[in-house]
C-alpha cells in the first residue's frame, strides 16, 4: 500500500484556522504588533480547502510520496501581516521585537486569553522559512484575493487552541 506525506506550510482557511484567524484577531484589536525580527522571511500560506484537494490527488497515486502543501503567494512576513490588515479595513504598525521579547509578550497574552498564544518553535521554524516552500506551489487560492474578500469576518474572535484541540502529555 502507497502512502503520501502532505506538508503544509501555513494553513489559513474555515473554522479550523487557528493561527492566521488569530494573528488577524490581534491586528483587529491592537494599534501595533510586534514581530519578531526584521519580517523579512518568507510565507507560502495554503487554503484550507487546496490542501483537501491535493490529498486527494495524491490519494489516487500508487507510488509514496511527500509533497509540500503551498500556496501560490509567497510574501515576506511583514507584507503578509500588511495584507491581513488592509483586507480588514486596518493600518496596524508593525514593530520588530526581539524574539526573546515576542515570547514574554506571548506568554503574557496567553495568560490573558488562557491559550497558547506564539511558542519558541514557531518562531524559530517561521524564521528558518519553514513556513514556505522551494517546491512548485500546489494551491491555486491567492491569499491576498482571500484576505480582501473575507476582510470583514477576519479575527473577530479569538479562537482558542487549546479549547479546540486536546493536548495529550
Not at 53 to 74: F, K, R, Y
Request: a negative charge.
Amino acid at each position: 500500500m502507497s502512502h503520501s506525506i502532505v506538508r503544509p506550510t501555513l494553513l489559513y482557511g474555515h473554522r479550523q484556522d487557528v493561527l492566521v484567524n488569530n494573528i488577524a484577531w490581534l491586528l483587529r484589536h491592537l494599534p501595533f504588533f510586534g514581530m519578531f525580527g526584521d519580517g523579512k522571511y518568507p510565507v507560502q500560506p495554503i487554503y484550507a480547502d487546496d490542501v483537501a484537494n491535493i490529498c486527494i490527488d495524491q490519494g489516487q497515486l500508487s507510488e509514496n510520496t511527500v509533497v509540500d502543501a503551498a500556496g501560490p503567494d509567497t510574501f515576506e512576513y511583514r507584507e503578509f501581516l500588511d495584507i491581513l490588515s488592509k483586507g480588514m479595513g486596518r493600518r496596524n504598525i508593525l514593530i520588530p521585537i526581539p524574539d526573546w521579547l515576542t515570547l514574554m509578550v506571548g506568554q503574557f497574552m496567553g495568560l490573558l486569553l488562557q491559550d497558547i498564544v506564539i511558542t519558541e518553535a514557531e518562531i524559530r521554524g517561521l524564521r528558518q522559512g519553514l513556513a514556505a516552500s522551494s517546491e512548485e506551489p500546489l494551491g491555486t487560492t491567492s491569499f491576498r484575493d482571500w484576505a480582501e474578500e473575507n476582510g470583514d469576518d477576519l479575527g473577530r474572535i479569538s479562537r482558542n487552541d487549546i479549547k479546540i484541540r486536546k493536548y495529550v502529555k
